[in-house]
Structures are given as C-alpha cells and as structure tokens.
C-alpha cells in the first residue's frame, strides 16, 4: 500500500492517534528523553502495522472511507455481523460501484446531492437486506436435520424461497448502482429514480423479510 493510499483510506480516529503520539513524544524528547525521538517514530510504526493488519484495511468495502459517515457506519457494522458467504458477497457488489460513485462526485456537478442521497439510502437498505440474507443462510447451515420431516422440509423450502428473493434484490441493486456509475463516466443525463425505487421496495420487503424469519427461527429451533 502506498503512502497516498494509506493517507486517503486511513481512519479519522487512527490519524488522531499518531498525530496524538508525535506530538506528544517529540515534546517529551525535547524537554526530557531524547530517547523518545527514535521510539516515537517507532510507536507510529507499530500503529500503522496494526491497523493495516485491520480487516478494514485489507477489505476496504468493509469500512468504505467514501461514503458518507451514517452510511459507512452501517456497512462496517453488517459487515461485522455477516457470516462468510453469499451475502457479504451480494453486499460487496453493492458497495463497490457506491464508492465508485460517491468519489467521482467530487469532479462530477451531475452527480447531484439528491442522487447521491438516494445511492446512500440504497446502501443503507442494502445492508439490512443483506443481514436478513445471512439469518437465512445460517438457518440453513445450522441444521441438517430441518429436512427430517414434511413440516420442516416445508419451512426449509420456505427459507430457500425467502433466500433466493432476497438475492435477487440485492442483484438489482448492485445492478443499478453500477449503471449510473457508468452514465456519471459517460457525462450523460443521469437518473436515479431506479435507484430510489430500488430504495423504496427494499425497504418494505425487509421489514416483511425480517418478521417472517424471525418466526422461521422460532419454527426451526
């Protein structure tokens, strides 16, 4: 990773620190331990080894510095929660092509703050969508025996049922996010009203989504 790389994706509270301990340590060295003007520098080595060893680092959908603040809180937190498998990947497709976006609206006037705001919202939506995504996955992880009987075969069916819809969502939404990154490139005329409808239809369908697995969950324990 390069230096302009580590200062465009390091985190506010990681750049704090270092600029805490520099200054902190070089005005301890001057008046007291000279020592401190070669551990100091170290000290920064060491935080900047951690964080870059941070999942954060490595997997920067994971904590997306470009978007806004709300919005790349909620994607760090479901990432956090998400167990490996398809829906972290459905949700990484989604980030992408937002990051993408929200950076080339620094250069690009088309890219209006309501567009913008609608792409967040996507986002947002997304990740509960997602995390109701992976709920489904781990039911059907967690016990082989769910196909035991004609009842449960019933409620895995449906668990499969809610799982494929939920994909398909997200699919749409990773789609849409990437055409208007492709029209901000191309200087066209750029609508998000996909997107915003998008938005909207997710929003409903993860409030049903999340009730009905919560009661899948009591079905199934």
Same mark, same amino acid.
């Given at each position: 990773?390069?230096?302009?790389?580590?200062?465009?994706?390091?985190?506010?509270?990681?750049?704090?620190?270092?600029?805490?301990?520099?200054?902190?340590?070089?005005?301890?060295?001057?008046?007291?331990?000279?020592?401190?003007?070669?551990?100091?520098?170290?000290?920064?080595?060491?935080?900047?080894?951690?964080?870059? +060893?941070?999942?954060?680092?490595?997997?920067?959908?994971?904590?997306?510095?470009?978007?806004?603040?709300?919005?790349?809180?909620?994607? +760090?937190?479901?990432?956090?929660?998400?167990?490996?498998?398809?829906?972290?990947?459905?949700?990484?497709?989604?980030?992408?092509?937002?990051?993408?976006?929200?950076?080339?609206?620094?250069?690009?006037?088309?890219?209006?703050?309501?567009?913008?705001?609608?792409?967040?919202?996507?986002?947002?939506?997304?990740?509960?969508?997602?995390?109701?995504?992976?709920?489904?996955?781990?039911?059907?992880?967690?016990?082989?025996?769910?196909?035991?009987?004609?009842?449960?075969?019933?409620?895995?069916?449906?668990?499969?049922?809610?799982?494929?819809?939920?994909?398909?969502?997200?699919?749409?939404?990773?789609?849409?996010?990437?055409?208007?990154?492709?029209?901000?490139?191309?200087?066209?005329?750029?609508?998000?009203?996909?997107?915003?409808?998008?938005?909207?239809?997710?929003?409903?369908?993860?409030?049903?989504? +999340?009730?009905?697995?919560?009661?899948?969950?009591?079905?199934?324990?």
């Amino acid at each position: 990773m390069t230096a302009v790389a580590i200062r465009r994706s390091l985190p506010p509270s990681v750049s704090l620190l270092i600029v805490a301990v520099v200054a902190t340590g070089f005005a301890a060295a001057t008046v007291a331990a000279s020592i401190l003007w070669w551990l100091t520098p170290a000290m920064v080595c060491t935080i900047l080894l951690g964080w870059h +060893r941070s999942p954060a680092s490595t997997n920067p959908d994971a904590d997306p510095a470009e978007l806004p603040s709300a919005t790349r809180r909620i994607v +760090r937190d479901t990432f956090g929660r998400l167990p490996p498998g398809e829906a972290a990947q459905l949700l990484r497709a989604i980030v992408q092509p937002a990051r993408s976006l929200f950076e080339a609206a620094r250069s690009n006037e088309s890219l209006s703050p309501a567009l913008l705001g609608d792409c967040a919202e996507l986002v947002d939506v997304s990740c509960a969508t997602a995390a109701e995504l992976g709920r489904l996955e781990q039911l059907l992880a967690r016990d082989a025996s769910i196909a035991s009987s004609s009842d449960r075969r019933i409620l895995r069916d449906g668990v499969k049922s809610g799982s494929a819809l939920l994909r398909d969502r997200l699919s749409h939404a990773a789609d849409a996010l990437a055409k208007l990154y492709v029209q901000s490139i191309e200087r066209g005329s750029i609508s998000s009203d996909r997107v915003a409808e998008l938005a909207k239809d997710l929003t409903a369908e993860v409030s049903i989504r +999340r009730q009905a697995n919560t009661e899948l969950e009591a079905l199934l324990r």
